[in-house]
Protein backbone atom coordinates (compact mmCIF):
# COMPACT_ATOMS: atom_id res chain seq x y z
CA UNK A 1 0.00 0.00 0.00
CA UNK A 2 3.24 2.26 0.19
CA UNK A 3 2.07 3.01 -3.65
CA UNK A 4 -0.87 5.02 -2.14
CA UNK A 5 1.95 8.12 -0.98
CA UNK A 6 0.37 10.90 -3.44
CA UNK A 7 -2.30 9.33 -4.29
CA UNK A 8 -6.27 11.27 -3.53
CA UNK A 9 -8.42 8.99 -1.46
CA UNK A 10 -12.69 9.17 -1.97
CA UNK A 11 -11.85 12.60 -4.06
CA UNK A 12 -10.91 14.49 -0.86
CA UNK A 13 -8.00 13.05 1.11
CA UNK A 14 -4.27 13.20 -0.28
CA UNK A 15 -2.21 10.74 1.24
CA UNK A 16 1.29 12.18 2.91
CA UNK A 17 3.09 9.55 4.85
CA UNK A 18 2.36 6.36 6.41
CA UNK A 19 2.37 6.18 9.90
CA UNK A 20 1.99 2.29 10.93
CA UNK A 21 -0.10 -0.39 10.73
CA UNK A 22 -1.64 -3.59 12.56
CA UNK A 23 -2.92 -6.81 11.84
CA UNK A 24 -6.22 -5.14 10.16
CA UNK A 25 -5.82 -1.82 8.83
CA UNK A 26 -2.58 0.15 7.51
CA UNK A 27 -2.21 4.30 8.56
CA UNK A 28 -1.58 7.10 7.07
CA UNK A 29 -1.33 10.87 7.41
CA UNK A 30 -3.33 12.46 4.96
CA UNK A 31 -4.19 16.50 4.20
CA UNK A 32 -7.78 17.20 3.78
CA UNK A 33 -7.93 19.11 0.72
CA UNK A 34 -11.62 20.64 1.46
CA UNK A 35 -10.84 21.82 5.35
CA UNK A 36 -7.38 21.82 4.77
CA UNK A 37 -6.15 20.27 8.00
CA UNK A 38 -4.36 17.13 8.63
CA UNK A 39 -6.37 13.95 9.12
CA UNK A 40 -5.68 10.25 9.77
CA UNK A 41 -6.66 7.82 6.97
CA UNK A 42 -7.26 4.34 8.41
CA UNK A 43 -7.43 1.79 5.10
CA UNK A 44 -8.56 -1.98 6.09
CA UNK A 45 -6.03 -4.23 4.34
CA UNK A 46 -6.18 -6.21 0.76
CA UNK A 47 -7.16 -9.60 2.48
CA UNK A 48 -9.88 -8.19 4.57
CA UNK A 49 -11.07 -6.07 2.16
CA UNK A 50 -11.78 -8.91 0.26
CA UNK A 51 -14.03 -10.24 2.95
CA UNK A 52 -17.78 -9.22 2.17
CA UNK A 53 -18.71 -9.96 5.81
CA UNK A 54 -15.57 -7.96 7.53
CA UNK A 55 -16.33 -5.42 5.71
CA UNK A 56 -19.79 -4.97 6.17
CA UNK A 57 -19.12 -5.03 9.89
CA UNK A 58 -16.42 -2.71 9.52
CA UNK A 59 -18.58 -0.52 7.46
CA UNK A 60 -21.03 -0.92 10.01
CA UNK A 61 -19.44 -0.48 12.98
CA UNK A 62 -17.08 2.42 11.81
CA UNK A 63 -20.90 4.36 10.73
CA UNK A 64 -22.25 3.57 14.46
CA UNK A 65 -18.69 4.86 16.10
CA UNK A 66 -18.94 7.61 14.15
CA UNK A 67 -21.69 9.33 16.08
CA UNK A 68 -19.34 9.35 19.30
CA UNK A 69 -18.61 12.80 20.31
CA UNK A 70 -15.93 13.24 23.38
CA UNK A 71 -12.51 15.27 24.28
CA UNK A 72 -11.19 11.52 25.28
CA UNK A 73 -11.86 10.00 21.83
CA UNK A 74 -10.63 9.97 18.51
CA UNK A 75 -13.13 11.03 15.82
CA UNK A 76 -14.13 9.65 13.11
CA UNK A 77 -14.94 12.34 10.61
CA UNK A 78 -15.77 10.01 7.56
CA UNK A 79 -15.77 6.23 5.84
CA UNK A 80 -16.33 5.38 2.75
CA UNK A 81 -15.18 2.89 -0.23
CA UNK A 82 -13.04 4.30 -3.06
CA UNK A 83 -11.94 2.14 -6.41
CA UNK A 84 -11.78 -1.28 -3.76
CA UNK A 85 -10.07 0.20 -0.81
CA UNK A 86 -12.50 0.60 2.46
CA UNK A 87 -11.16 3.73 4.67
CA UNK A 88 -11.69 5.66 7.57
CA UNK A 89 -10.84 9.24 8.29
CA UNK A 90 -10.35 10.25 11.88
CA UNK A 91 -8.40 13.08 13.48
CA UNK A 92 -4.87 13.38 13.52
CA UNK A 93 -3.48 13.52 16.90
CA UNK A 94 -0.02 14.67 17.44
CA UNK A 95 1.91 12.74 20.30
CA UNK A 96 2.83 9.28 21.09
CA UNK A 97 1.03 6.34 22.16
CA UNK A 98 0.65 5.13 25.98
CA UNK A 99 2.95 2.06 25.08
CA UNK A 100 5.40 4.64 24.21
CA UNK A 101 4.67 6.67 27.60
CA UNK A 102 5.43 3.39 29.45
CA UNK A 103 8.08 2.02 27.86
CA UNK A 104 9.68 5.65 28.08
CA UNK A 105 9.51 5.89 31.85
CA UNK A 106 9.46 2.11 32.86
CA UNK A 107 6.58 2.53 35.11
CA UNK A 108 4.50 5.79 36.03
CA UNK A 109 3.57 7.53 38.87
CA UNK A 110 0.59 6.27 40.47
CA UNK A 111 -0.67 10.32 40.37
CA UNK A 112 0.00 10.48 36.32
CA UNK A 113 -1.06 6.63 35.75
CA UNK A 114 -4.26 7.65 37.83
CA UNK A 115 -5.10 10.69 35.52
CA UNK A 116 -4.33 9.00 32.54
CA UNK A 117 -7.29 6.13 33.65
CA UNK A 118 -9.68 8.62 34.76
CA UNK A 119 -9.66 9.95 31.04
CA UNK A 120 -9.88 6.24 29.73
CA UNK A 121 -12.77 5.80 31.84
CA UNK A 122 -14.47 9.10 30.74
CA UNK A 123 -14.02 8.01 26.74
CA UNK A 124 -15.45 4.16 27.67
CA UNK A 125 -18.55 5.32 29.81
CA UNK A 126 -19.25 7.97 26.85
CA UNK A 127 -18.80 4.77 24.48
CA UNK A 128 -20.81 2.54 26.70
CA UNK A 129 -23.73 5.22 27.03
CA UNK A 130 -24.22 4.50 23.71
CA UNK A 131 -23.80 0.47 23.49
CA UNK A 132 -20.50 0.16 21.74
CA UNK A 133 -18.13 -1.71 23.26
CA UNK A 134 -14.66 -0.77 22.58
CA UNK A 135 -13.25 -4.91 22.79
CA UNK A 136 -9.52 -3.88 22.40
CA UNK A 137 -8.61 -1.46 24.98
CA UNK A 138 -4.59 -1.43 25.18
CA UNK A 139 -2.20 1.21 25.64
CA UNK A 140 -1.45 0.88 21.71
CA UNK A 141 -4.59 2.02 20.92
CA UNK A 142 -4.47 5.10 23.40
CA UNK A 143 -3.24 8.44 22.16
CA UNK A 144 -1.36 10.89 24.65
CA UNK A 145 -1.42 14.98 22.86
CA UNK A 146 1.70 17.21 23.51
CA UNK A 147 -0.65 18.43 26.35
CA UNK A 148 -1.15 14.98 27.95
CA UNK A 149 -4.93 14.60 27.25
CA UNK A 150 -5.49 10.75 26.65
CA UNK A 151 -7.37 10.05 23.35
CA UNK A 152 -8.77 6.08 22.71
CA UNK A 153 -8.79 5.07 19.16
CA UNK A 154 -9.63 2.08 17.20
CA UNK A 155 -13.19 1.52 18.49
CA UNK A 156 -15.27 -0.76 16.70
CA UNK A 157 -12.49 -1.99 14.48
CA UNK A 158 -11.90 -4.83 16.99
CA UNK A 159 -15.63 -6.15 16.54
CA UNK A 160 -15.19 -5.96 12.75
CA UNK A 161 -12.43 -8.21 12.89
CA UNK A 162 -13.52 -10.58 15.47
CA UNK A 163 -13.83 -13.55 13.32
CA UNK A 164 -10.98 -12.68 11.21
CA UNK A 165 -8.23 -11.71 13.33
CA UNK A 166 -8.77 -12.74 16.91
CA UNK A 167 -7.15 -16.36 17.13
CA UNK A 168 -4.49 -17.20 18.72
CA UNK A 169 -2.27 -18.08 16.05
CA UNK A 170 0.39 -15.39 14.89
CA UNK A 171 2.54 -12.61 16.08
CA UNK A 172 0.02 -10.32 14.90
CA UNK A 173 -2.42 -11.13 18.04
CA UNK A 174 0.06 -11.28 20.62
CA UNK A 175 -0.10 -7.82 22.16
CA UNK A 176 -4.33 -7.88 21.80
CA UNK A 177 -4.56 -11.33 23.87
CA UNK A 178 -1.78 -9.75 27.27
CA UNK A 179 -5.02 -7.03 27.29
CA UNK A 180 -7.84 -9.45 26.49
CA UNK A 181 -10.24 -10.51 29.05
CA UNK A 182 -10.99 -14.34 30.35
CA UNK A 183 -14.33 -14.35 29.11
CA UNK A 184 -13.36 -12.89 25.81
CA UNK A 185 -10.51 -15.39 25.70
CA UNK A 186 -13.53 -18.16 25.99
CA UNK A 187 -15.20 -16.84 23.46
CA UNK A 188 -18.01 -15.87 25.75
CA UNK A 189 -20.37 -13.09 25.00
CA UNK A 190 -18.74 -9.57 26.09
CA UNK A 191 -20.45 -6.66 27.86
CA UNK A 192 -18.70 -3.38 29.04
CA UNK A 193 -17.39 -5.27 32.16
CA UNK A 194 -14.60 -6.86 29.11
CA UNK A 195 -13.31 -2.74 28.82
CA UNK A 196 -12.99 -2.96 32.23
CA UNK A 197 -10.98 -5.33 32.44
CA UNK A 198 -8.59 -4.37 29.48
CA UNK A 199 -8.70 -1.08 31.20
CA UNK A 200 -7.10 -2.94 34.86
CA UNK A 201 -4.72 -4.25 32.58
CA UNK A 202 -3.71 -0.97 31.13
CA UNK A 203 -3.41 0.64 35.19
CA UNK A 204 -1.35 -2.34 35.91
CA UNK A 205 1.05 -2.02 33.51
CA UNK A 206 1.24 2.19 33.93
CA UNK A 207 1.92 0.99 37.89
CA UNK A 208 3.92 -1.52 37.57
CA UNK A 209 5.80 -1.25 33.98
CA UNK A 210 5.07 -4.83 32.96
CA UNK A 211 2.25 -6.27 31.92
CA UNK A 212 0.16 -9.46 34.73
CA UNK A 213 0.23 -12.58 32.30
CA UNK A 214 3.20 -13.42 30.05
CA UNK A 215 4.00 -15.82 27.95
CA UNK A 216 5.65 -18.11 24.48
CA UNK A 217 2.39 -18.04 22.77
CA UNK A 218 -0.57 -16.10 22.66
CA UNK A 219 -2.57 -19.55 23.73
CA UNK A 220 -0.28 -19.10 26.86
CA UNK A 221 -1.18 -16.08 27.87
CA UNK A 222 -5.05 -16.89 27.02
CA UNK A 223 -5.49 -19.59 29.36
CA UNK A 224 -3.37 -17.64 32.71
CA UNK A 225 -5.99 -15.19 32.00
CA UNK A 226 -8.87 -17.52 32.52
CA UNK A 227 -7.06 -19.56 35.00
CA UNK A 228 -4.30 -17.70 37.26
CA UNK A 229 -4.17 -14.78 39.53
CA UNK A 230 -2.14 -12.35 38.50
CA UNK A 231 1.05 -11.22 40.61
CA UNK A 232 0.26 -8.10 43.52
CA UNK A 233 1.30 -5.02 41.78
CA UNK A 234 2.78 -4.72 45.32
CA UNK A 235 4.97 -7.48 45.06
CA UNK A 236 6.80 -5.51 42.33
CA UNK A 237 6.16 -1.84 43.44
CA UNK A 238 6.44 -2.53 47.53
CA UNK A 239 4.82 1.29 48.22
CA UNK A 240 2.22 1.62 46.31
CA UNK A 241 -0.61 2.42 48.14
CA UNK A 242 -2.84 -0.57 48.97
CA UNK A 243 -6.23 1.74 47.56
CA UNK A 244 -4.69 1.52 44.24
CA UNK A 245 -4.29 -2.68 44.43
CA UNK A 246 -7.80 -2.74 45.84
CA UNK A 247 -9.09 -0.97 42.80
CA UNK A 248 -7.26 -3.19 40.47
CA UNK A 249 -8.22 -6.55 42.37
CA UNK A 250 -11.96 -4.91 41.30
CA UNK A 251 -11.30 -4.74 37.55
CA UNK A 252 -8.98 -7.82 36.92
CA UNK A 253 -11.77 -9.84 38.60
CA UNK A 254 -12.06 -13.03 36.86
CA UNK A 255 -16.02 -12.99 37.04
CA UNK A 256 -17.60 -10.11 34.96
CA UNK A 257 -20.03 -9.58 37.67
CA UNK A 258 -17.51 -8.96 40.17
CA UNK A 259 -15.66 -6.24 38.38
CA UNK A 260 -17.09 -2.52 38.58
CA UNK A 261 -20.68 -2.24 37.47
CA UNK A 262 -18.91 0.51 34.87
CA UNK A 263 -16.30 2.72 34.01
CA UNK A 264 -17.88 5.34 35.98
CA UNK A 265 -17.71 3.78 39.17
CA UNK A 266 -14.23 2.92 38.06
CA UNK A 267 -13.32 6.53 37.69
CA UNK A 268 -15.09 7.38 40.91
CA UNK A 269 -12.95 4.68 43.22
CA UNK A 270 -9.55 6.11 41.40
CA UNK A 271 -10.73 9.59 42.19
CA UNK A 272 -11.29 8.53 45.68
CA UNK A 273 -7.84 7.21 45.39
CA UNK A 274 -6.28 10.36 43.63
CA UNK A 275 -7.66 12.81 46.68
CA UNK A 276 -6.68 10.80 49.23
CA UNK A 277 -2.86 10.35 47.41
CA UNK A 278 -3.26 14.21 47.40
CA UNK A 279 -3.71 14.69 50.50
CA UNK A 280 -0.87 12.54 51.95
CA UNK A 281 1.67 13.88 49.46
CA UNK A 282 1.78 17.00 52.43
CA UNK A 283 1.99 15.21 55.24
CA UNK A 284 3.94 12.56 54.57
CA UNK A 285 7.49 12.87 55.24
CA UNK A 286 10.43 10.88 54.02
CA UNK A 287 13.12 9.94 56.42
CA UNK A 288 16.68 8.78 55.03
CA UNK A 289 18.01 5.11 55.90
CA UNK A 290 20.89 4.74 58.45
CA UNK A 291 22.79 1.82 58.37
CA UNK A 292 24.77 0.76 61.34
CA UNK A 293 27.47 -1.87 61.48
CA UNK A 294 27.31 -4.40 63.36
CA UNK A 295 29.24 -4.63 66.95
CA UNK A 296 31.74 -7.34 65.42
CA UNK A 297 32.43 -4.88 62.54
CA UNK A 298 33.08 -2.38 65.24
CA UNK A 299 35.22 -4.79 67.30
CA UNK A 300 37.56 -5.64 64.36
CA UNK A 301 38.03 -1.63 63.13
CA UNK A 302 39.08 -0.74 66.79
CA UNK A 303 42.73 -0.11 67.05
CA UNK A 304 44.47 -1.46 70.32
CA UNK A 305 46.80 0.91 70.48
CA UNK A 306 44.02 3.56 71.12
CA UNK A 307 42.86 2.91 74.20
CA UNK A 308 43.09 5.50 76.48
CA UNK A 309 41.86 7.90 73.52
CA UNK A 310 38.62 5.89 73.02
CA UNK A 311 37.82 6.33 76.72
CA UNK A 312 38.07 10.11 76.40
CA UNK A 313 35.96 10.09 73.33
CA UNK A 314 33.40 8.01 75.31
CA UNK A 315 32.70 10.37 78.38
CA UNK A 316 32.69 13.11 75.65
CA UNK A 317 29.57 11.16 73.83
CA UNK A 318 28.43 10.48 77.16
CA UNK A 319 28.10 13.69 77.87
CA UNK A 320 26.41 14.77 74.60
CA UNK A 321 23.71 12.28 75.41
CA UNK A 322 23.49 13.78 79.05
CA UNK A 323 22.64 16.91 77.74
CA UNK A 324 20.56 15.92 74.77
CA UNK A 325 18.49 14.09 77.35
CA UNK A 326 17.83 17.40 79.25
CA UNK A 327 17.01 19.20 75.94
CA UNK A 328 14.67 16.57 74.99
CA UNK A 329 12.99 16.69 78.48
CA UNK A 330 12.58 20.05 78.64
CA UNK A 331 11.47 20.27 74.98
CA UNK A 332 8.79 17.64 75.79
CA UNK A 333 7.61 19.63 78.77
CA UNK A 334 7.62 22.60 76.74
CA UNK A 335 5.43 21.06 74.32
CA UNK A 336 3.20 19.79 76.45
CA UNK A 337 2.73 22.94 78.39
CA UNK A 338 1.27 24.28 74.84
CA UNK A 339 -2.60 24.38 75.13
CA UNK A 340 -4.73 22.85 72.55
CA UNK A 341 -7.50 24.36 70.43
CA UNK A 342 -10.15 22.82 68.24
CA UNK A 343 -9.75 23.32 64.91
CA UNK A 344 -12.12 25.84 63.36
CA UNK A 345 -14.23 24.79 59.84
CA UNK A 346 -12.41 26.87 57.06
CA UNK A 347 -13.66 24.80 54.17
CA UNK A 348 -15.47 27.04 51.35
CA UNK A 349 -14.33 30.76 52.54
CA UNK A 350 -11.73 33.02 50.68
CA UNK A 351 -8.00 32.02 52.22
CA UNK A 352 -7.50 35.09 53.66
CA UNK A 353 -10.78 35.06 55.75
CA UNK A 354 -9.45 31.67 56.54
CA UNK A 355 -6.30 32.72 57.41
CA UNK A 356 -7.90 35.22 59.51
CA UNK A 357 -10.18 32.46 61.60
CA UNK A 358 -6.48 30.48 62.12
CA UNK A 359 -4.62 33.48 63.26
CA UNK A 360 -7.41 34.37 65.99
CA UNK A 361 -7.20 30.70 66.97
CA UNK A 362 -3.41 30.82 66.99
CA UNK A 363 -3.22 28.46 65.03
CA UNK A 364 -0.59 28.81 62.27
CA UNK A 365 -0.99 27.38 58.47
CA UNK A 366 0.20 26.20 55.06
CA UNK A 367 -0.78 25.76 51.89
CA UNK A 368 -0.89 22.11 50.68
CA UNK A 369 -2.37 21.35 46.80
CA UNK A 370 -3.62 24.20 44.79
CA UNK A 371 -5.83 22.48 41.86
CA UNK A 372 -9.02 23.46 39.36
CA UNK A 373 -12.61 23.07 40.71
CA UNK A 374 -15.41 23.75 39.14
CA UNK A 375 -17.52 24.50 42.02
CA UNK A 376 -14.87 26.44 44.11
CA UNK A 377 -14.23 30.04 43.34
CA UNK A 378 -10.59 30.87 42.94
CA UNK A 379 -8.39 31.69 45.87
CA UNK A 380 -11.25 29.57 48.18
CA UNK A 381 -10.24 26.81 50.74
CA UNK A 382 -11.23 23.27 49.46
CA UNK A 383 -9.91 21.23 52.06
CA UNK A 384 -8.32 21.47 55.24
CA UNK A 385 -5.79 19.08 57.39
CA UNK A 386 -6.97 18.41 60.22
CA UNK A 387 -10.56 18.27 60.02
CA UNK A 388 -12.70 20.68 61.29
CA UNK A 389 -13.88 19.56 65.19
CA UNK A 390 -10.02 17.73 65.91
CA UNK A 391 -8.16 19.25 68.80
CA UNK A 392 -4.42 20.23 68.35
CA UNK A 393 -1.40 21.81 70.12
CA UNK A 394 -1.32 25.64 68.99
CA UNK A 395 2.01 25.43 67.75
CA UNK A 396 0.88 22.58 64.79
CA UNK A 397 0.01 23.93 61.34
CA UNK A 398 -3.34 23.68 59.59
CA UNK A 399 -2.42 22.55 55.86
CA UNK A 400 -5.13 24.17 53.55
CA UNK A 401 -5.93 22.78 49.63
CA UNK A 402 -6.57 26.02 47.38
CA UNK A 403 -8.89 25.89 44.42
CA UNK A 404 -7.57 27.42 41.46
CA UNK A 405 -11.53 27.66 40.33
CA UNK A 406 -12.79 26.21 37.57
CA UNK A 407 -10.12 24.50 34.47
CA UNK A 408 -10.60 27.65 31.67
CA UNK A 409 -10.01 27.17 27.79
CA UNK A 410 -10.81 28.71 24.63
CA UNK A 411 -14.24 28.26 22.43
CA UNK A 412 -12.92 26.80 19.15
CA UNK A 413 -14.10 29.06 15.86
CA UNK A 414 -16.90 26.69 14.31
CA UNK A 415 -18.32 29.22 12.21
CA UNK A 416 -18.75 28.41 8.84
CA UNK A 417 -18.33 24.05 9.35
CA UNK A 418 -20.89 21.39 9.38
CA UNK A 419 -22.79 21.34 12.48
CA UNK A 420 -21.02 17.31 12.62
CA UNK A 421 -17.21 19.25 12.48
CA UNK A 422 -18.35 21.69 14.84
CA UNK A 423 -19.60 18.88 17.19
CA UNK A 424 -16.09 17.43 17.16
CA UNK A 425 -14.30 20.40 17.29
CA UNK A 426 -16.02 21.92 20.41
CA UNK A 427 -16.11 18.42 21.93
CA UNK A 428 -11.66 18.25 21.48
CA UNK A 429 -11.48 21.46 23.20
CA UNK A 430 -13.28 20.29 26.19
CA UNK A 431 -16.46 22.20 25.73
CA UNK A 432 -20.71 20.50 25.20
CA UNK A 433 -22.71 21.39 22.25
CA UNK A 434 -26.57 22.57 23.89
CA UNK A 435 -29.32 20.37 22.93
CA UNK A 436 -30.74 23.37 21.79
CA UNK A 437 -30.06 24.27 17.98
CA UNK A 438 -30.98 27.31 16.70
CA UNK A 439 -31.52 28.11 12.98
CA UNK A 440 -31.65 31.29 10.59
CA UNK A 441 -31.33 31.84 7.20
CA UNK A 442 -28.21 32.89 5.49
CA UNK A 443 -27.57 33.90 2.10
CA UNK A 444 -23.27 33.42 2.66
CA UNK A 445 -23.56 30.35 5.00
CA UNK A 446 -24.42 27.28 3.06
CA UNK A 447 -27.12 25.23 4.51
CA UNK A 448 -26.36 22.75 7.15
CA UNK A 449 -23.48 25.14 8.38
CA UNK A 450 -22.86 26.99 11.48
CA UNK A 451 -24.22 30.53 11.15
CA UNK A 452 -23.15 31.40 14.58
CA UNK A 453 -21.95 30.18 18.52
CA UNK A 454 -22.69 31.40 21.47
CA UNK A 455 -20.25 32.05 23.69
CA UNK A 456 -18.00 33.54 20.55
CA UNK A 457 -14.84 32.58 19.08
CA UNK A 458 -11.93 32.74 21.25
CA UNK A 459 -14.22 33.39 24.23
CA UNK A 460 -12.24 32.15 27.84
CA UNK A 461 -14.79 30.20 30.04
CA UNK A 462 -14.64 27.40 32.20
CA UNK A 463 -13.97 23.44 30.43
CA UNK A 464 -17.49 21.77 30.10
CA UNK A 465 -19.02 25.30 29.14
CA UNK A 466 -22.22 24.48 26.27
CA UNK A 467 -22.04 26.18 23.14
CA UNK A 468 -25.38 26.87 21.88
CA UNK A 469 -24.73 26.81 17.80
CA UNK A 470 -27.18 28.66 15.35
CA UNK A 471 -27.30 26.56 12.12
CA UNK A 472 -28.05 27.82 8.53
CA UNK A 473 -30.85 26.90 6.66
CA UNK A 474 -29.47 29.01 3.97
CA UNK A 475 -30.94 31.34 1.50
CA UNK A 476 -34.24 32.74 2.81
CA UNK A 477 -37.20 31.53 0.27
CA UNK A 478 -38.74 33.88 -1.85
CA UNK A 479 -41.89 34.36 -3.91
CA UNK A 480 -42.13 32.70 -7.75
CA UNK A 481 -44.39 32.61 -10.41
CA UNK A 482 -44.96 28.51 -11.02
CA UNK A 483 -43.87 27.56 -14.54
CA UNK A 484 -45.91 25.64 -16.79
CA UNK A 485 -44.18 22.22 -17.00
CA UNK A 486 -46.87 20.32 -18.60
CA UNK A 487 -45.66 18.28 -21.91
CA UNK A 488 -42.24 18.77 -21.04
CA UNK A 489 -40.13 15.25 -20.09
CA UNK A 490 -39.28 14.98 -16.56
CA UNK A 491 -35.52 15.58 -16.85
CA UNK A 492 -37.21 19.32 -18.43
CA UNK A 493 -39.06 20.02 -15.44
CA UNK A 494 -36.38 18.72 -12.87
CA UNK A 495 -34.13 21.09 -14.44
CA UNK A 496 -36.61 23.75 -14.28
CA UNK A 497 -37.90 23.19 -10.46
CA UNK A 498 -34.20 23.55 -9.58
CA UNK A 499 -33.47 26.76 -11.40
CA UNK A 500 -36.48 27.88 -9.19
CA UNK A 501 -35.56 26.19 -5.78
CA UNK A 502 -38.43 24.31 -5.81
CA UNK A 503 -38.61 20.52 -4.42
CA UNK A 504 -40.93 17.99 -6.31
CA UNK A 505 -42.66 14.67 -6.09
CA UNK A 506 -43.47 11.98 -8.95
CA UNK A 507 -46.63 9.97 -9.36
CA UNK A 508 -46.84 8.11 -12.57
CA UNK A 509 -50.26 6.66 -14.13
CA UNK A 510 -51.09 5.49 -17.38
CA UNK A 511 -51.48 8.68 -20.49
CA UNK A 512 -52.86 7.67 -23.72
CA UNK A 513 -52.44 11.50 -24.14
CA UNK A 514 -48.61 11.49 -23.64
CA UNK A 515 -46.10 9.43 -24.08
CA UNK A 516 -43.60 7.52 -21.09
CA UNK A 517 -41.44 9.83 -19.41
CA UNK A 518 -44.03 13.08 -19.48
CA UNK A 519 -45.84 15.43 -17.33
CA UNK A 520 -48.91 15.22 -17.79
CA UNK A 521 -50.05 17.30 -14.73
CA UNK A 522 -49.25 19.70 -12.08
CA UNK A 523 -51.38 20.58 -8.59
CA UNK A 524 -50.14 23.81 -8.09
CA UNK A 525 -51.36 25.91 -11.60
CA UNK A 526 -48.87 27.94 -13.83
CA UNK A 527 -48.68 31.10 -13.21
CA UNK A 528 -49.60 30.62 -9.48
CA UNK A 529 -46.98 32.65 -6.81
CA UNK A 530 -45.51 30.46 -4.82
CA UNK A 531 -42.30 30.32 -2.19
CA UNK A 532 -39.05 28.72 -2.67
CA UNK A 533 -38.92 25.12 -1.52
CA UNK A 534 -42.79 24.57 -1.97
CA UNK A 535 -43.35 20.75 -2.91
CA UNK A 536 -44.99 20.51 -6.23
CA UNK A 537 -46.73 17.20 -7.14
CA UNK A 538 -46.07 16.06 -11.03
CA UNK A 539 -47.89 13.37 -12.36
CA UNK A 540 -45.68 11.74 -15.20
CA UNK A 541 -46.86 9.19 -17.84
CA UNK A 542 -46.41 5.60 -17.85
CA UNK A 543 -47.23 5.40 -21.52
CA UNK A 544 -48.70 4.36 -23.87
CA UNK A 545 -49.56 7.66 -25.30
CA UNK A 546 -51.64 8.94 -28.24
CA UNK A 547 -52.21 6.66 -31.11
CA UNK A 548 -50.42 7.86 -34.93
CA UNK A 549 -52.56 10.00 -36.81
CA UNK A 550 -51.89 10.78 -40.68
CA UNK A 551 -51.85 13.91 -42.30
CA UNK A 552 -51.36 14.92 -46.19
CA UNK A 553 -48.73 17.55 -46.83
CA UNK A 554 -49.08 19.12 -50.60
CA UNK A 555 -46.28 20.93 -52.02
CA UNK A 556 -45.65 22.98 -55.60
CA UNK A 557 -41.94 23.67 -56.31
CA UNK A 558 -41.89 27.23 -57.53
CA UNK A 559 -41.39 27.34 -61.38
CA UNK A 560 -38.15 29.43 -61.85
CA UNK A 561 -36.37 27.01 -64.16
CA UNK A 562 -33.77 25.55 -60.91
CA UNK A 563 -34.12 22.92 -58.70
CA UNK A 564 -34.84 23.80 -55.03
CA UNK A 565 -34.89 21.62 -51.71
CA UNK A 566 -38.19 20.89 -50.35
CA UNK A 567 -37.77 20.34 -46.19
CA UNK A 568 -41.06 19.34 -44.35
CA UNK A 569 -41.04 19.61 -40.31
CA UNK A 570 -43.13 18.24 -38.05
CA UNK A 571 -44.00 19.36 -33.88
CA UNK A 572 -45.96 17.09 -32.02
CA UNK A 573 -46.17 15.49 -28.49
CA UNK A 574 -42.99 13.55 -29.66
CA UNK A 575 -41.01 17.30 -30.26
CA UNK A 576 -39.65 18.50 -32.99
CA UNK A 577 -38.44 16.21 -36.11
CA UNK A 578 -37.28 16.64 -39.89
CA UNK A 579 -40.19 14.03 -41.72
CA UNK A 580 -38.89 15.02 -45.41
CA UNK A 581 -35.95 16.74 -47.21
CA UNK A 582 -35.33 16.27 -50.77
CA UNK A 583 -34.11 18.10 -54.35
CA UNK A 584 -36.55 19.18 -56.63
CA UNK A 585 -37.01 19.92 -60.49
CA UNK A 586 -39.03 23.28 -60.79
CA UNK A 587 -42.72 23.24 -60.79
CA UNK A 588 -42.93 19.33 -59.36
CA UNK A 589 -46.10 18.41 -57.34
CA UNK A 590 -45.32 16.94 -54.17
CA UNK A 591 -47.44 14.89 -51.71
CA UNK A 592 -46.42 13.31 -48.82
CA UNK A 593 -48.27 11.09 -45.97
CA UNK A 594 -46.71 11.80 -42.55
CA UNK A 595 -47.15 10.61 -38.98
CA UNK A 596 -48.21 12.68 -35.66
CA UNK A 597 -49.25 12.34 -32.22
CA UNK A 598 -51.53 14.06 -30.35
CA UNK A 599 -51.75 18.12 -31.64
CA UNK A 600 -49.31 20.11 -33.51
CA UNK A 601 -47.82 21.49 -36.75
CA UNK A 602 -46.69 20.85 -40.43
CA UNK A 603 -44.25 23.54 -41.19
CA UNK A 604 -42.78 23.32 -45.18
CA UNK A 605 -39.25 24.78 -46.34
CA UNK A 606 -37.76 25.64 -49.65
CA UNK A 607 -34.31 26.43 -49.25
CA UNK A 608 -34.38 26.81 -45.31
CA UNK A 609 -37.07 29.51 -46.19
CA UNK A 610 -40.78 28.98 -44.57
CA UNK A 611 -43.55 28.84 -47.20
CA UNK A 612 -46.24 26.43 -45.54
CA UNK A 613 -47.62 25.70 -42.00
CA UNK A 614 -50.24 23.08 -41.60
CA UNK A 615 -52.26 22.48 -38.25
CA UNK A 616 -52.38 19.28 -37.15
CA UNK A 617 -55.53 17.89 -35.06
Not at 122 to 134: E, R
Amino acid sequence: MNTLIGQIVGNRYEIEERLGGGGMAVVYKAKDRLLSRAVTVKILRDQFANDREVVRRFLKEAQSVAKLSHPNIVSIYDVGQDQGLYYLVMEYVEGCTLKDVIQTKGRLDPLEAIEYALQICDALQHAHDSNIIHRDIKPQNILITKKGQAKVTDFGIAKAATNATMTYSGSSILGTVQYISPEQARGDLVTVHTDIYSAGIVLYEMLTGRLPFEGDTAISIAIKHIQMEYPAASQIVPDLPGELEAVLAKALAKKPEERFASALDMKRALEEVRDKLGQGLSQTVVLPRVTRKTGDEGARERPKSRRPRLVSWVLFLLALTLLAAGSVYFGINRYLAVSEVEVPDVTNIPLREAERILFEHGLNWEIGMSRHDDQVPPDYVLAQRPAAGEKIKKTRAVVLDVSLGPNMGRIPDVIGLSQREARVEIANAGFKVAQDVGESYSDVVPEGHVLDQEPGPNAEVPLGTEVILTISLGPQPRYITMPDLVGKTLAEATEILEQNYLEFEVHQETSHEYFSGYVTGQDIPPGEQVLQRTTVNLTVSLGPGPAAKTATIQVWVQDDGEQHRIKVVIEDQTGLREAYNAVHDPNDFISIEVPYYGQGKAQVYEDDVLIQETALQ
